[in-house]
Nanobody, 125 residues
Framework: QVQLVESGGGLVQAGGSLRLSCAAN????????MGWFRQAPGKGREFLAA????????TYADSVNGRFTASRDNAKNTVYLQMNSLKPEDTAVYYC??????????????????WGQGTQVTVSS
């Protein structure tokens, strides 16, 4: 069974930074792409970033491109989301996710099968 566990959320002032981590187990981590999403109160789940199994390919939503960076350490079975220049509108629960297939799925939310429990990020103004 694939398990994903996020950590690193918290309260930060606008303009600050946070790094989220997502630890995975249950299969060969490096074979699968990973994605980051968020959900703000009253809104749908929003794609943020995806990274290929080897880490060489990434894609980002326009809303975070240039501010957020996805990376992974396959030796540690962990994917990261470095978030800089945070804004109050970035306040949300942040999730990591992974598809059941090895193929690249990018920002296709419906293609992601496994989800973490989420970690809260709150950005104060």
């Amino acid at each position: 069974q694939v398990q994903l566990v996020e950590s690193g959320g918290g309260l930060v002032q606008a303009g600050g930074s946070l790094r989220l981590s997502c630890a995975a187990n249950g299969r060969t981590f490096s074979n699968y792409p990973m994605g980051w999403f968020r959900q703000a109160p009253g809104k749908g789940r929003e794609f943020l970033a995806a990274i290929s199994g080897g880490g060489g390919v990434t894609t980002y939503a326009d809303s975070v491109n240039g501010r957020f960076t996805a990376s992974r350490d396959n030796a540690k079975n962990t994917v990261y989301l470095q978030m800089n220049s945070l804004k109050p509108e970035d306040t949300a629960v942040y999730y990591c996710a992974s598809p059941s297939q090895r193929t690249w799925v990018g920002g296709n939310l419906g293609a992601y099968t496994y989800w973490g429990q989420g970690t809260q990020v709150t950005v104060s103004s």
